[in-house]
T-cell receptor
């Protein structure tokens, strides 16, 4: 049972345009969501997060949107740069109790110069 | 960068042999995790620790055991390695639960091949 889903395995975007990466979850108890970026042969690195009490969080070129009623979050990257080419994972956790994080399967973003 | 190291970084071993992977942190974080990354599966939690000597199973714990005798070290043992355990293993740390900041920081990974 995949509680966190990233249904698009890959995405290609032109440099300078917007990249939108999507993530769906099934467990309405999740109350904190995170995005990680992973380059080949490296560990994932934290990118941005959002609490379920918010619907938007912005950090420079990166914005995460949360739609709790749809159990959907998205990561927007504007403008996209070639260095953004990586695999992006979304993750969810329940901040009171389990200490576990559930990750999606990842979306490979390719930004074309 | 968070101070997390993993050893070894690469290992090739034979089916049936025991293997131990080490994660070492210098951040004094309470929570430590072991994940495996496989194509099509993303990152899957094997075991995690919420304090010294406190561990629990993740979603793919069969065939793995862990130990944490001190804050800085979290060991993952494959008791009898199988080819299905060929994977890239990542250790992660977090200090967020109860602190309000829930990011995890990952180590560089260990690539394990079981022949």
């Amino acid at each position: 049972d995949q509680q966190v889903k990233q249904n698009s395995p890959s995405l290609s975007v032109q440099e300078g345009r917007i990249s939108i990466l999507n993530c769906d979850y099934t467990n309405s108890m999740f109350d904190y969501f995170l995005w990680y970026k992973k380059y080949p042969a490296e560990g994932p690195t934290f990118l941005i997060s959002i609490s379920s009490i918010k619907d938007k969080n912005e950090d420079g070129r990166f914005t995460v949107f949360l739609n709790k009623s749809a159990k959907h979050l998205s990561l927007h990257i504007v403008p996209s740069q070639p260095g953004d080419s990586a695999v992006y994972f979304c993750a969810a956790t329940l901040t009171s109790g389990t200490y576990k994080y559930i990750f999606g399967t990842g979306t490979r973003l390719k930004v074309l110069a | 960068d968070a101070g997390i190291t993993q050893s070894p970084r690469h290992k090739v071993t034979e089916t049936g042999t025991p293997v131990t992977l080490r994660c070492h942190q210098t951040e004094n974080h309470r929570y430590m995790y072991w994940y495996r990354q496989d194509p099509g599966h993303g990152l899957r939690l094997i075991h995690y620790s919420y304090g010294v000597k406190d561990t629990d199973k993740g979603e793919v714990s069969d065939g793995y055991s862990v130990s944490r005798s001190k804050t800085e070290d979290f060991l993952l043992t494959l008791e009898s390695a199988t080819s299905s355990q060929t994977s890239v293993y990542f250790c992660a740390i977090s200090d967020g639960f109860g602190q309000g900041s829930y990011e995890q920081y990952f180590g560089p990974g260990t690539r394990l091949t079981v022949t």
